[in-house]
């Protein structure tokens, strides 16, 4: 068979249209908020054996989860048995979940010939799948068992047919039943059409060009990454970070001519609480910070991370052990991945700039909605300050490095669906973030719930130790909460759980702004005027830190 | 001139301004047609306008009925020639322009740059009071800070004000108060409140439309009021009216207080002209397919009906968030594929064609204006597949050896020869094309075997055939004048406006009440509008939907809704959303359905066109073919065509592919297999066996 190199690439172009119109199909079938308004979600397809073939569509560090997903499906359920129509799902970490549980990836074999030719799959973030605390994320869980429902990897629908009990198992698990059944249909909706969509290609191009193409790509996403790997300085690199909780995080990376080495096996033990990672989901941020050092605008597919050696400890925070609990896992995922960009910003100061606000701030809020009567259960990541960079000011008020393509969600809807107040929504002017080139600037949020009985969780890193400057630039400002009841005193957070919240009482979400890159004192000082003039610095400190007379 | 009614649409493009002109015997029905081009004349359009109808022949005054499309406001928009826009918002939410959705499409790139707002920060001011989502008032407006932003706007040099409240979907009193006061304060300055633009739900993006209408709104007016006068002083007195992005034409008054509607008004009148055009060959299904210079751009129609959304971004790619604009706009699907795209071999030897275009300069090597790169226009003609000696309807003389030398570029690069690299080009820009026909059927839960295709622009019809049969539609039809065919939309447009309103309500029993009201009070709100119009109530014709969806979710179904709403026909209602939502999402769900709003569209004709079908002929379609010649059709091979020479071809000739049609500004490919008929009103309809794909 011989593969001509226009069929490949219409083949590879039309992976990435599937997969986005997978996700397209995702976000407006959705029930919970954090799917269908923040798109705390991801669409891929892989190869028949579980190797990324696409770059997917939304959050990267939930795209990079699918391909382990099918692996470890493929590994507990023989290939003879696979039939069309099955659909697999699995949230667990310690089975292909790679997340917490709930995030569900749900799976879907693809066949033409009567072969196995690739998988579509998706993963989103279900708002409450059982556990010891409403909403299924809880600081005080000690055991994974205390945060939700686990799916092991398991087939819930065979041969087209739905298994009715299993559906029923994941229902009757949750406190939010008819949102998690709406969520996972439109999870299945997506994959299978996605796998019509591969299917109708294969079956015009034939089961093995459709293999072949794949294939090529993969070698493709390889030579990319390697030709650029060679570019960057070689070494050995290594940093020592403390943590807002006081561990201290090391990581050593390596770059050779045609290997990107990470080794985090001098860390920390896991931890006790939810705070740890696997070693699939460092593995993710591995795999983030090569491609945006690498080729950031291209596609990404298994290939693209052939390069990546990763080095963990087993039951170290970044590669925990059964039963570890592991709810706030993306902080610890999102520390690692700061951890090695932050290691490798001095080396190539062009392609990274100084840090940003590098966490993802998961609000949760929840309650009673005064107008309807219904439970309510706010997840939101919230948007902050990103950090100077070469030539350029750094971007206020977008998601973390961890996300991508998510989106805030709107006052108006906020106050309609969930029925709680949001008094401001307004960037932070806080100081921090000073230099040449500034850190953007992150947000407050004032939610107000209308009733009581309502809850507050959150888990923000950075809190004590800002968004670090680089070459001369100031660090950024911290991510907190202040809690201000309407009887007592103010209290700031940076993780609290279960909080109890009663009518009036404020929450003000604080982000922090970018760190700073390059000495303040070489800024332009038309920019420092216009800032001035746009509120976002007083005189006295843009004398005091710039020298510029307003 | 008793006895003929002249029509006439006149469409600004940022090269050249159009002109086709409907003159119509009213006893026989009988039409003569003109058309005509001429410079577009910028700064002052009107020029242009002027031009083309003296170059037409078409005196003014004697015009019953003037449709005019312009891009002068995504112009404004895209190239920043708008003027000082400042926003009074609520108090908390000055920051919610800037802070935008915080998405970043383009993921892996750190460096990527947010879209900066269209008003700075220091001109972003706030004023306290609030509305709730119910629209009851929480917290009195207080209109004492207006006084103080005035003068500081004044002194910043502001000449346009947006006003955007948080909830002033639900409620605008409060919207509206500003707006009254800032008109005492500064009765000069251009003001936009956002509940007069949308009444839905979304602060951002509600407040960004308000802004950029603002930020257009002087531009726009001054070149409606330069139009007019202009036309007036021709002694033009009939009335004219303008191309909207929701495929109808509104009056210049309404236009220029909310000119923002005009931003998508060249591809609507496109997709307006093919869904009337399948109305009248009698096939209401069409993906409509428009390829220009520079893009491609597609849409369904389902049941004649185009399908309007509010959901338009400009500037918004893979690589940027874009902007949003809350109007309605025709539900389009446009991607960076046209004629004059760039085909180019990246480091690792694969091909792309576009987003990038050679533009009219230096255009298409072919051209010989010292393009050096190849083009989908450079491949057509490569392939034989367009005229090397009738070029741009023999205007330009192909220089076929630059267009030679790009080809190699491409094929060295790639390692294969000049032909395979041109058949390459045109496989790898129909491929772009066909996933974006997918998205608007397909990926929405339509069957390709009901709708027909038509396509129109510079290159539709070229590319029409390889992506129907991909696709596995019914058929193509080439409209007669498919290069002019945008305007042809304008003139069998409507007076049309779509109204969205946020209103949510359960579909449970004594919930019909609160729908049927504010239905009937959208309607006489329209009615009102229109006869301040001179329309007459009993012309306007209404159009009901609802928006729909399962409770807890967010993102709605539109469905039709026929005859007033009643508590008996709830049932049937929602029974038609959930086989609405099964179609395009493959399952339904036995949870409870939520109305979340309306759409209301109204429209009333004025002056639209009719065409009459013309007698077909016995002749055979040989006396219309200009000779034979190769033409490559890259997956189906090389094959000897026949030439049709368009012009000569009459209604009721047939003939079968291998063959091709040209004509002045058109070019269609007809496969070998294909079997091509002349309709009554000159469409060439084209067959084929009906291909796997569709299966």
């Keep these: 068979m011989t593969l001509d190199p226009i069929t490949a690439e219409i083949i590879q172009n039309s992976l990435q249209a599937t997969a986005d119109e997978m996700f397209a199909a995702m976000k407006k079938t959705a029930m919970s908020s954090i799917i269908y308004e923040v798109l705390d979600m991801g669409t891929g397809i892989t190869d028949a054996d579980g190797e990324l073939a696409s770059s997917g569509a939304g959050i990267p560090a939930f795209v990079g989860v699918l391909d382990k997903a099918v ?40 066949f033409a010939d009567g072969q196995l030719i690739a998988w579509t799959a998706n993963i989103a973030h279900n708002s409450d799948v059982g556990g010891m605390a409403p909403g299924s994320l809880t600081g005080d869980a000690t055991e994974i068992f205390q945060e939700g429902l686990r799916l092991p990897a398991i087939r819930i629908i065979a041969g087209g047919e739905a298994i009715q009990p299993v559906f029923d198992i994941i229902k009757v698990n949750s406190r939010m039943p008819d949102v998690l059944e709406g969520d996972v249909w439109a ?163 062009d392609l990274l700039g100084a840090g940003h606000f590098a966490s993802v701030c998961g609000t949760f809020i929840g309650g009673i909605h005064p107008d309807t009567g219904r439970q309510y259960t706010i997840i939101e990541p919230q948007v902050g300050g990103w950090g100077g960079s070469a030539g350029r000011d750094g971007n206020s008020a977008i998601f973390s490095s961890f996300h991508g393509e998510t989106y805030n969600c709107p006052a108006e809807i906020n106050e309609a669906r969930n029925g709680v107040l949001i008094d401001r929504m307004e960037l932070n002017t806080a100081p921090g973030g000073e230099g040449e080139f500034t850190g953007g600037r992150g947000v ?107 | 001139m008793t006895g003929t009614t002249i029509r ?308 918004r790619d893979r690589t940027s968030a874009g902007y949003p604009i809350m109007v309605p706009v025709v539900d389009l699907v446009e991607i960076g594929n046209g004629g004059g795209s760039i085909a180019w071999v990246d480091d690792f030897a694969k091909l792309h064609v576009g987003p990038k275009s050679a533009g009219a300069v230096p255009g298409p090597a072919a051209y010989g204006r010292g393009g050096t790169e190849a083009t989908t226009t450079d491949a057509n003609l490569w392939l034989g597949r367009i005229n090397r000696n009738y070029f741009c309807g023999g205007t330009v003389i192909a220089d076929m050896a630059a267009t030679a030398a790009a080809l190699d570029k491409v094929a060295g690069r790639l390692g294969i020869d000049r032909d395979e690299a041109a058949r390459g080009i ?30 129109f622009g510079g290159g539709g019809a070229m590319h029409a055939v390889a992506l129907a049969q991909e696709l596995g539609v019914k058929k193509v039809v080439i409209p007669a004048g498919a290069s002019v065919f945008s305007a042809w939309g304008m003139m069998m447009s409507d007076l049309r406006r779509d109204y969205f309103l946020t209103a949510l309500a359960d579909m449970a029993p004594g919930a019909a009440t609160g ?47 026929e005859g007033p709403v009643t508590d008996d026909r709830l049932a049937a209602i929602a029974a038609d959303f959930h086989a609405a939502y099964e179609r395009e999402y493959t399952y339904r769900l036995p949870a409870p359905v939520e109305m979340v709003g309306l759409h209301l569209v109204a429209s009333a004709e004025v002056g639209k066109l009719t065409l009459k079908a013309q007698p077909l002929t016995e002749e055979a379609a040989s006396s219309a073919s200009k000779g034979r010649r190769n033409v490559d059709y890259a997956l189906d091979g090389i094959h000897e065509a026949e030439i049709y020479d368009g012009e000569r071809l009459k209604p009721g000739m047939r003939f079968d592919g291998p063959a091709i ?13 294909n079997h091509v008929e002349v309709d009554a009103w000159g469409n060439l309809h084209i067959q084929f066996p009906q291909t796997e794909a569709a299966s």
């Design chain 2, 8 to 315: 006439v649409a006149t469409d600004v493009g940022g090269t050249f301004t159009d002109l086709v002109c409907f003159e119509t015997d009213e006893a026989t029905g009988e039409s003569r047609v003109t058309t005509a081009k001429s410079d577009t004349t910028p700064p002052n359009f009107e020029q242009g306008v002027l031009d083309v109808l003296r170059k037409g022949g078409v005196d003014p005054s004697t015009i019953g009925f003037m449709a005019h499309g312009t891009t002068v406001v995504i112009n404004a928009l895209t190239e920043r020639k708008g003027v000082k826009v400042g926003l009074i918002t609520t108090e908390g939410f000055r920051d919610t322009l800037e802070i935008a959705r915080g998405n970043r499409p383009d993921f892996f790139n750190l460096h990527y740059e947010k879209p900066q707002p269209f008003v700075p920060r220091y001109l972003r001011r706030e004023v306290p009071g609030r509305m709730n989502y119910l629209g009851q008032e929480t917290r009195p407006l207080d209109l004492s800070p207006l006084d103080g932003i005035v003068a500081d706007f004044k002194a910043d040099g502001v000449q346009a004000v947006a006003v955007a409240l948080l909830h002033s979907y639900a409620n605008p009193a409060h919207e509206a108060a500003v707006l009254d006061r800032l008109r005492e304060l500064w009765p000069e300055v251009a003001a936009v409140g956002s509940h007069q633009i949308s009444r839905e739900w979304r602060e951002y993006e509600r407040t960004n439309t308000a802004v950029l209408s603002a930020y257009v709104q002087p531009v726009a007016e001054r070149y409606l009021t330069r139009l007019q006068d202009g036309l007036r002083q021709e002694s033009f007195d009939g009335t004219l009216y303008v191309m909207q992005s929701n495929c109808g034409v509104d009056s210049l008054g309404a236009v220029s207080r909310v000119p923002i509607t005009m931003v998508e008004s060249g591809p609507a009148s496109g997709f307006w002209g093919a869904a009337e055009l399948g109305k009248l060959i009698g096939e209401p299904n069409v993906l409509a397919l428009d390829i220009g210079g520079t893009t491609a751009k597609c849409s369904l129609i389902e049941d004649g009906q185009v399908r309007i959304m509010t959901d338009y971004w400009i500037e």
């Design chain 2, 426 to 455: 045109v496989r790898i820009a129909n491929n772009n094309m066909v996933n974006a026909l997918k998205l608007v059927s397909l990926n929405r839960g339509h069957d390709p075997r009901d709708f027909v295709l038509v396509a």
């Design chain 2, 515 to 561: 729908i049927e009201a504010r239905f009937t009070d959208l309607e006489d709100k329209a009615r009102a509008q229109f006869e301040a119009e001179r329309i007459p109530a009993g012309k306007v014709r209404f159009l009901r939907y609802g928006k729909f969806r399962y409770q807890n979710q967010e993102h709605t179904v539109e469905v039709p809704i």
């Design chain 1, 187 to 349: 999870a299945i909706s997506s994959v299978r059409i996605g796998a019509r969509r591969l299917e109708e290609l294969a079956a015009k191009y034939g089961a093995e060009t459709f293999r072949a193409a794949v294939a090529k790509f993969m070698d493709f996403g390889e030579a990319v990454t390697r030709k650029s790997l060679a570019t960057l300085p070689k070494g050995t690199y290594e940093l020592n970070e403390e943590q807002d909780d006081g561990r201290i995080f090391n990581v050593k990376i390596t770059i050779a001519e045609d290997r990107f080495i990470v080794d985090l096996r001098d860390n920390p033990d896991q931890s006790p609480g939810p705070v740890n990672a696997c070693r699939d989901g460092v593995m993710i941020a591995a795999q983030m910070l090569l491609k945006s050092l690498t080729d950031p605008r291209g596609p990404a597919n298994g290939g693209s991370f052939r390069p990546i050696e990763l080095l963990t400890r087993k039951g170290s925070v970044f590669d925990a052990k059964e039963p570890a609990a592991i709810g706030f896992y993306y902080e610890v995922e999102l520390r690692a991945y700061d951890l090695m960009w932050r290691c490798l910003a001095p080396v190539v100061p």
């Design chain 1, 71 to 110: 692996k470890v499906i493929l590994s507990r359920h023989r290939k003879e048995d696979l039939r069309p129509g099955d659909v697999f799902a699995t949230n667990d970490p310690y089975y292909g979940g790679v997340t917490h549980l709930n995030d569900i990836i749900v799976a879907m074999p693809v």
């Design chain 1, 444 to 550: 407050i949020i004032d939610y107000r719930p209308r009733a009581d009985n309502g809850y507050l969780t959150v888990g923000y890193t950075r809190s004590r130790f800002p968004a670090w400057g680089l070459a001369g630039g100031r660090d950024g400002s911290p991510n907190f909460v202040r809690f201000i009841p309407q009887q007592g005193e103010p209290q700031d957070y940076a993780f609290v759980s279960g909080l109890k919240t009663r009518a009036g009482d404020l929450i003000r979400v604080i982000t922090g702004n970018g760190g700073g890159l390059g000495d303040p004192r070489t800024r332009d000082p038309d920019l420092v005027r216009r800032d001035i003039r746009d509120g976002l610095i007083t005189p006295e400190r843009a004398k005091e830190v710039y020298g510029v007379e307003a």
């Design chain 2, 661 to 673: 049609v040209e004509d002045p500004g058109t070019t269609v490919v007809i496969h070998p297999g």
